[in-house]
């Protein structure tokens, strides 16, 4: 089973627009990462936020945790037609070596 | 350039026939792992290594074997290779553990077995 969901599954915004999706995963975790696909290519790393951390910026992305509720958001602000892309949340269970990553969010933005 | 590569991009072979998907990191990670990504399941864990000669399975290690005999490669193997095993492939590195490191991800390798 994956560790990580996202929601929605696909989301079409217009260029300028702001792009939020949600990532939920089961067990306790020391920290969680986003990721970004662009179409039949590797992933490239986003954004990482710990689990002390509630939280994080970096450009135009903001990434919260709720621990409690077991949850992330990403929302990438201002969205640009190059944002075009799948997103991916992974976490790895506290003190594990294997790393989940959930279905992905796929992301249109139209200009 | 820092970099994981995976070779071949592409392959089209037939059921059964043995296969090598090699990949390397130029940047002395010692953590590597295998992944698969079929549409509608986001992307599995195939197998991963924590440092030279120690592998452990992933989530859906079955059909699949590697080995680390080097800290910068880690092929990926399908000695008998059937069509469900046709996926997209990443190869992925960090610098340690993956708890809270950045994973880099090679290109992928899409593999067709008819």
């Known amino acids: 089973s994956q560790q990580g969901e996202e929601d929605p599954q696909a989301l079409s915004i217009q260029e300028g627009e702001n792009a939020t999706m949600n990532c939920s995963y089961k067990?306790?975790?020391?920290?969680l990462q986003w990721y970004r696909q662009n179409s039949g290519r590797g992933l490239v790393h986003l954004i990482l936020?710990?689990?002390?951390?509630r939280e994080k910026h970096s450009g135009r992305l903001r990434v919260t945790l709720d621990t409690s509720k077991k949850s992330s958001s990403l929302l990438i602000t201002a969205s640009r037609a190059a944002d075009t892309a799948s997103y991916f949340c992974?976490?790895?269970?506290?003190?594990?070596?294997?790393?989940?990553f959930g279905g992905g969010t796929r992301v249109l933005v139209k200009p | 350039e820092a970099q994981v590569t995976q070779n071949p991009r592409y392959l089209i072979t037939v059921t059964g026939k043995k296969l090598t998907v090699t990949c390397s990191q130029n940047?002395?990670?010692?953590?590597m792992s295998w992944y698969r990504q079929d549409p509608g399941l986001g992307l599995r864990q195939i197998y991963y290594?924590?440092?030279?000669?120690?592998?452990d399975k992933g989530d859906v290690p079955e059909g699949y074997k590697v080995s680390r005999k080097e800290k910068r490669n880690f092929p990926l193997i399908l000695e008998s290779p059937s069509p469900n095993q046709t996926s997209l492939y990443f190869c992925?590195?960090?610098?340690?553990?993956?708890?809270?490191?950045?994973?880099?991800f090679g290109d992928g390798t899409r593999l067709s077995i008819l």
């Open positions: 067990t306790s975790i020391n920290n």
């Open positions: 290594s924590m440092n030279v000669e120690v592998t």
């Open positions: 992925a590195s960090s610098l340690l553990t993956p708890d809270g490191q950045p994973q880099h």
């Open positions: 940047m002395n990670h010692e953590y």
């Open positions: 936020i710990r689990s002390n951390e």
């Open positions: 992974s976490t790895t269970e506290a003190a594990g070596n294997k790393l989940t």
